[in-house]
Structure formats: C-alpha cells, structure tokens
C-alpha cells in the first residue's frame, strides 16, 4: 500500500538540501523521522478484535533521504483491509489521516536531525 501526499516545492526544496548531506548524517535523520512516524501509524491502527500484534516497520533511507514506513508482510493483510475497506465494511484511512496530520511534526523530526547532524 501506497500514500502519496501532495507536498509541493516542500518537497523539491528538501530533496535539495538532503542531496548535499553526507551519507551517514541523511541516514540517522531519515531513520529518526521514520521511526517516528511509525510509532504515530501504530498508535493510530486499530488493535485486532483477537489480540493479533498490528507492527509497523522503517526501510533502509535511500540516497536522496526517502524511507519507506508500512506494515511488515505478516501485517500488512490485517491493516489493508480495515485501512481501504471491503464490500462489506467502509475503509477507516488511518494510513491516509496518520500521513497528512503528522507530515509537518515528521519533517521538523528530520530537518532537526539533519541540523544536529551538520552542526548547525
């Protein structure tokens, strides 16, 4: 499953500033803020009626700082079909909410990183 949330020049402009850093610097930034959202998405994925562990997990950042943060694949079944819906049941979209509301929280977590990081 995939969300693509609009962001505008935010993004080119970040992906302009992440290209100049140093690998080791881009990574710990980019792992911060995925872990973070991460434990925002969990938070916000409804628990399973059986008491089944929904977890959510963090790839490895690619060179121009993206992270890719989603279910794992014993998971990801589970949260797909209360996330987009059935023919049965409407879709909640707490990928979709969870991605927009804490977009603004999850770039300060990593341009503050990326700061700390470069010294600054």
Not at 37 to 57: F, Q, R
Not at 89 to 106: D, I, P, R
Request: with cysteine; hydrophobic share 35%; aromatic share 6%.
């Amino acid at each position: 499953m995939e969300v693509t949330v609009d962001w505008g020049d935010l993004e080119k402009n970040i992906a302009k500033c992440i290209a100049d850093v140093e690998g080791p610097v881009r990574r710990k930034a980019g792992k911060t803020a995925g872990q973070n959202l991460a434990e925002k998405l969990e938070a916000n994925t409804p628990v399973d009626s059986h008491g089944l562990e929904i977890s959510t997990t963090v790839g490895a950042v690619d060179e121009n700082g993206e992270v890719l943060v989603g279910y794992g694949s014993g998971a990801y079944y589970r949260a797909h079909f209360p996330n987009m819906g059935t023919e049965y049941q409407s879709g909640q979209h707490f990928v979709e909410k969870t991605a927009e509301t804490e977009l603004e929280s999850v770039m300060q977590d990593y341009m503050s990183e990326l700061k700390s990081g470069l010294g600054l």
